[in-house]
């Protein structure tokens, strides 16, 4: 995978050998975004197995369980981590006693793979049902934090959807909130956008108000890394401040996740987990220290978008609008 902490200064590929390197490049964000998270925890499973003991069927079941727990600790919010991971164990446990240990490996191998291809197909779809909501009225589009390629498979949940519009023609100019505290909008949207050849514009997430109100935007679009059965949604940290401001002045607000982001056990957003991390991607960011020692930090990392600011949800099956349950449960196809 590329290790996303360098980028963009270094375009650096890292090799996860065993469980714990994987375990090691989520939790530091080497890899991140909900999709992506999601293939490389289905990876990390496939590695498991490989590595545990195939003389002994109890033994190497054992380790299954033991990799889902691992690996499952790693982060919390998004639920593609989870959805991928039981998955890969519902099929691993149902193999069991179907063939033998060498041949269940190499299937699971293939249903990562499956996992893998399946998210590359959705982000295209949801390119296509994003592009085809964005009418010729828009040409300034708000996106934060980092839902391109390097979040998923290939090409992205709210990028697919900018990305398929120019292709279409449609001239973009994108403003990209730099996504404090850890900047992924800054280093990988940004960069991302510039790859493509997308006109850009980098700002802090404090003057989004002022780009607003200056008429420079039409729409907002963001991913997600766990909505709730009824709409709400959890995204990085500052996504439902945008939500507010974008409802504030009239500009429509976009979320684009695929099917694998909804965690339909949850009622609403209240019972998703928000993942605090250090105090240190505040007080030092990248390493230099920018607050007094001591000081107290509070640094959750996502933050939930009530479903009623958002606008619509764009999936792979199909755009969520008006999003209430019955619409998510309707467009997904759960009976
Ligand atoms: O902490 P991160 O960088 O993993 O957070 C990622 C986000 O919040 C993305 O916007 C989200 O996962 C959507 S990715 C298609």
Redesign the pocket.
């Known amino acids: 995978m590329i290790d996303q902490t360098l980028l963009p200064g270094e375009i650096k590929q890292i090799e996860c050998r065993d469980v714990s390197a994987v375990w090691e490049a989520i939790k530091m964000?080497r890899v991140?975004?909900?999709?992506a998270i999601g293939i490389a925890a289905a990876y990390g499973y496939v590695i498991g197995l490989q590595s545990a003991n195939h003389q002994d069927e109890e033994q190497y079941f054992v380790a299954a369980g033991e990799t889902v727990d691992y690996l499952a600790s790693s982060r919390p919010t998004?639920v593609n981590l989870f959805w991928a991971l039981n998955r890969m164990d519902q099929l691993c446990q149902s193999l069991r006693g179907e063939m033998g240990l060498a041949e269940i490996t190499a299937r699971m191998l293939e249903e990562a793979q499956a996992i893998h291809q399946e998210d590359r197909e959705m982000c295209r779809a949801i390119g296509r049902f994003g592009a085809d909501m964005l009418s010729d009225e828009v040409q300034g589009v708000l996106t934060h934090?980092?839902?391109g390629g390097l979040?998923?498979a290939e090409y992205?949940?709210a990028l697919s959807v900018l990305f398929t519009a120019q292709d279409l023609g449609n001239d973009l100019h994108v403003f990209v909130d730099e996504t404090r505290p850890l900047l992924?909008g800054a280093r990988l949207t940004a960069w991302e956008l510039m790859q493509r050849g997308i006109q850009a514009t980098l700002i802090c997430d404090s003057m989004a108000a002022q780009v607003m109100k200056e008429g420079r935007i039409q729409a907002v679009i963001?991913?997600?890394?766990r909505i709730a059965s009824n709409g709400d949604a959890a995204?990085?940290i500052g996504t439902y401040s945008i939500a507010v401001l974008a409802r504030a002045h009239g500009i429509p607000f976009y979320v684009a996740a695929p099917s694998s982001t909804f965690d339909l056990s949850l009622m609403s957003g209240d019972e998703i987990p928000i993942e605090e991390r250090h105090p240190e991607e505040i007080t030092h960011g990248f390493g230099r220290q920018t607050a007094p020692p001591g000081i107290q930090v509070y640094n959750p990392?996502?933050d939930v978008t009530p479903a009623d600011l958002i606008d619509a949800i764009i999936t792979e099956k199909g755009v969520i609008q008006p999003v209430n349950r019955n619409n998510i449960i309707k467009t997904l196809q759960v009976v």
């Open positions: 964000l991140r975004g909900a999709p998004a934090c980092n839902a979040a998923t992205g949940t992924q963001t991913g997600a890394d995204n990085k990392a996502f």
